[in-house]
């Protein structure tokens, strides 16, 4: 055991380090001695001053040798190889091209990484037990035959229910035109007219949104295939901006559960750039900032803010 840990250490070095820490205390001491004495012994004043100021700036020199030796020391005295209990895999620390497969230090850090997950682990499952429903299944002792049954997954939605949905949304808001289109099977991608403002292409996996291009009404939206261009941004910072801001509404708006919901949410939050160059902001009552309208529409209240008014 003593060999393994002293496996990679100078002791001699260690040694010279002991003693180096030794002659930092007592530098430490004197300096706190020579703050404790004050000024003394001499018969004027000036006379005080100067032989305490010299004689403080004679300590910290000391304290500064004496730590930069240290210093120096535990370059040399290397690191010992630490003893847990992974079976005979402590002896991998012996081989002698450490530095080229560390091998025992990355078993170390697994292993450690392993307890330090399994304690969190723990304390995750107790939290998750005091706020489990009173309800539940294994408090009430409902036989596994009683249990509901699980639900279908929503990632997967018959396209003919995808095509309602977007229909539905698109009688809701008659200054927006949604035509649906599946090039590349039954991935639905949507492409948002909002009156004579800016066009919108959604790209939709089932009723998931993925992906939203925003760019202006006069802009092409379609490849040289004659398909939707669903990689190029647009050529206007503004219409960038809202490409942004989109993205970051799909992160807001999040219910696996109801992705109909979802879906009408961003669009009624989409439909709020419907005055996008005629709506203030709403923090400085200006129209434009550095060139820009408000670009940003509030989650809740839809409100038009500047990026940096909104802050």
Same mark, same amino acid.
Request: aromatic content about 8%; proline content about 5%; hydrophobic content about 40%.
């Given at each position: ?58 300590? #910290?020199? /000391? ?6 030796? %240290?210093? &120096?020391?535990? @370059?040399?005295? $290397? ?43 723990? #304390?995750? /499952? ?6 489990? %429903?009173? &309800?539940?299944? @294994?408090?009430? $002792? ?170």
């Amino acid at each position: 055991m003593a060999d393994v840990l002293s496996v990679g250490v100078n002791l001699e070095a260690f040694a010279q380090a002991i003693s180096a820490i030794q002659a930092l205390r007592s530098s430490v001491s004197r300096v706190f001695d020579c703050l404790k004495d004050g000024m003394r012994n001499k018969e004027t004043l000036e006379g005080r001053e100067k032989a305490f100021i010299a004689h403080f700036q004679d300590n #910290l020199h /000391s304290v500064n040798r004496d730590l930069n030796e %240290l210093e &120096r020391l535990s @370059n040399l005295v $290397g690191k010992p190889s630490e003893n847990h209990p992974l079976h005979n895999s402590g002896l991998l620390s012996l081989d002698p091209v450490q530095d080229k497969t560390p091998l025992y230090s990355q078993l170390l850090q697994a292993y450690k990484w392993s307890n330090k997950l399994q304690y969190h682990a723990g #304390l995750a /499952s107790g939290l998750l037990n005091q706020q489990s %429903l009173k &309800r539940s299944a @294994n408090q009430m $002792g409902v036989s596994a035959k009683r249990r509901p049954k699980a639900q279908p997954t929503t990632l997967v939605l018959p396209p003919q229910y995808v095509d309602d949905v977007i229909s539905r949304i698109d009688r809701m808001f008659p200054e927006m035109s949604i035509h649906l289109s599946r090039p590349n099977g039954t991935s639905a991608m949507l492409l948002v007219t909002l009156g004579k403002v800016l066009k919108v292409i959604v790209v939709m996996r089932s009723l998931f949104i993925d992906r939203t291009i925003v760019k202006g009404y006069n802009e092409n939206v379609y490849a040289e295939d004659g398909k939707l261009d669903i990689w190029s941004k647009s050529n206007y910072q503004v219409f960038q901006k809202v490409t942004d801001h989109a993205t970051t509404a799909l992160l807001h708006y999040q219910l696996p559960q109801m992705p109909d919901v979802v879906v009408r949410s961003f669009m009624t939050w989409l439909r709020s750039y419907i005055k996008l160059f005629q709506a203030p902001c709403q923090r400085c009552g200006k129209f434009l900032q550095d060139g820009l309208p408000p670009t940003w529409r509030d989650f809740r209240t839809l409100e038009a803010f500047h990026d940096t008014c909104r802050q």
